[in-house]
């Protein structure tokens, strides 16, 4: 199984500002990938991370919004852009490698915006 | 139309009975896998049990089995001798397509167990 590490693992943020979320994982991955839980709901899948290539992103969510980067098999950064109180949810980073096919996920990053 | 439906907001169990937490699904891809996971009130997801489309057999894994119902599109989630510390929200998640694809997994609403001693 896979460990992953997110941080932080959480913050109050003002709006209108940036924040970026750190995902380690302790081993290479091909995939990694961002949800989003807002406050009493689901995840949703904002976007997939394939190292070497742009992220791609699920409907609702864009680039400028939520710029990702995959600089190597271990590691990947989302950032929340310009954020509102809305914006206020717990991001969770996750990677495949179960022997099911299971995805393992960090233990998120809880996000307060004022 | 929602690919992964749960249908119980939240379950109230006594300690020690067995608990089924509903999950309906739709596809039409014919290979598929379904998952179980939890999610206690710190917040980290914990992977339970995993059925495959093509699996003959209902996956078991301790406590938890999957009562697998493929023409009815179903994917229920029994535990057995339930114990206060299964209390936290249970989300069922499918991703499409062969075992070890690219692809996310997609999550249902959830289910919200508490059990009462």
């Known amino acids: 199984s896979a460990v992953i590490s997110q941080k932080p693992s959480r913050d109050i943020c003002q709006r209108g500002t940036s924040l970026t979320i750190q995902c380690q994982v302790d081993?290479?991955?091909?995939?990694m990938f961002w949800y989003r839980q807002q406050p009493g709901q689901s995840l949703t899948l904002i976007a997939t991370?394939?190292?070497?290539?742009?992220?791609?992103?699920e409907s609702g969510f864009v680039i400028d919004k939520f710029p990702i980067s995959r600089p190597n098999l271990t590691f990947s950064t989302l950032t929340v852009s310009n954020m509102s109180p809305e914006d206020s949810s717990i991001y969770l980073c996750?990677?495949?490698?179960?022997?099911?096919?299971?995805?393992?996920f960090g233990e998120g990053s809880r996000l307060t915006v004022l | 139309a929602q690919k992964i439906t749960q249908t119980q907001p939240g379950m109230f169990v006594q300690e020690k009975e067995a608990v089924t937490l509903d999950c309906t699904y739709d596809t039409s891809d014919p290979s598929y896998g379904l998952f179980w996971y939890k999610q206690p009130s710190s917040g980290e997801m914990i992977f339970l049990i995993y059925q495959g489309s093509y699996d003959q057999q209902n996956a078991t894994e301790g406590r938890y089995s999957l009562n697998f119902q493929k023409a009815r599109k179903s994917a229920n989630l029994v535990i057995s001798a339930s114990q206060l510390g299964d209390s936290a929200m249970y989300f069922c998640?499918?991703?499409?397509?062969?075992?070890?694809?690219?692809?996310?997994?997609?999550f249902g609403k959830g289910t919200h167990l508490i059990i009462q001693p």
């Open positions: 081993s290479q991955v091909t995939m």
């Open positions: 996750s990677a495949g490698g179960g022997i099911s096919g299971e995805l393992f």
């Open positions: 998640a499918m991703r499409e397509g062969l075992k070890g694809g690219a692809d996310g997994l997609t």
């Open positions: 991370a394939n190292q070497g290539s742009e992220a791609t992103y």
